[in-house]
């Protein structure tokens, strides 16, 4: 079992910035794939980004693709996603996800955090 834990929510103006970083721990000697997910209020969770275990292979939601960065330190078993340009269309409930191979389903994924939430004003 592997644990997640989101971090770095908060409210930010738009156009502002903010880091969240996802924290894993329990069976975490397997190489895991981690993907960022996002669900606003009465829409469907979707894909906002995904990075490989080596952290050579990465994939972005066109909505976000130029803004969000994502990196890995694998040492501290921590995924980070830096969000730059913040606009209120990012607003949601940001979840962090973990399995083996990379992929943009949310079906695909094993594991979940508990999610963080971002709130970008106007």
């Known amino acids: 079992q592997v644990q997640l834990v989101e971090s770095g929510g908060g409210l930010v103006q738009a156009g502002g910035s903010l880091r969240l970083s996802c924290a894993a721990s329990?069976?975490?000697?397997?190489?895991?794939?981690m993907g960022w997910f996002r669900q606003a209020p009465g829409k469907e969770r979707e894909f906002v980004v995904v990075?490989?275990?080596?952290?050579?292979?990465?994939y972005y939601a066109d909505s976000v693709k130029g803004r969000f960065i994502i990196t890995r330190a694998n040492a501290k078993n921590t995924v980070y996603l830096q969000m730059n340009s913040l606009k209120p269309e990012d607003t949601a409930v940001y979840y962090c996800?973990?399995?083996?191979?990379?992929?943009?389903?949310?079906?695909?994924?094993?594991?979940w955090g508990q999610g963080t939430q971002v709130t970008v004003s106007s």
């Open positions: 996800a973990a399995r083996d191979l990379v992929s943009t389903s949310s079906y695909d994924y094993h594991y």
């Open positions: 329990g069976r975490t000697d397997s190489n895991y794939a």
């Open positions: 990075i490989s275990w080596s952290g050579g292979t990465t």
